[in-house]
């Protein structure tokens, strides 16, 4: 049974930073693709980033230099480090596990709130 299970949401000022984790289960995780996306009240779910299988990594270009991603294959976990957030980052935020250009799994997500 895949589980995807992220952590680390909270609320913050803004211009403050936050880590996001998410643990992997029952998946050979070093060879999969993760991803990192958000859903903002009232707004469409949105891409923040993807971490190859290798460590390459995209990021939406509105939050280069802000947020990036990592992961650590020893422990089944990718990471997002979201720093300089503003209230406009307020969302939830969700890990998926892809195949392709496929999410094949999603976690429940973790909820970031930026106040300003």
């Known amino acids: 049974q895949v589980q995807l299970v992220e952590s680390g949401g909270g609320l913050v000022q803004a211009g403050g930073s936050l880590r996001l984790s998410c643990a992997a289960s029952g998946l050979t995780f070093s060879s999969r693709a993760m991803g990192w996306y958000r859903q903002a009240p009232g707004k469409e779910r949105e891409l923040v980033g993807i971490i190859s299988s290798g460590g390459s990594t995209y990021s939406r270009d509105s939050l280069k230099g802000r947020f990036t991603i990592s992961r650590d294959n020893a422990k089944n976990t990718v990471y997002l480090q979201m720093n300089s957030l503003k209230p406009e980052d307020t969302a939830v935020y969700y890990c998926?596990?892809?195949?392709?250009?496929?999410?094949?799994?999603w976690g429940q997500g973790t909820q970031v709130t930026v106040s300003s």
């Open positions: 998926t596990a892809r195949t392709g250009g496929t999410n094949d799994y």
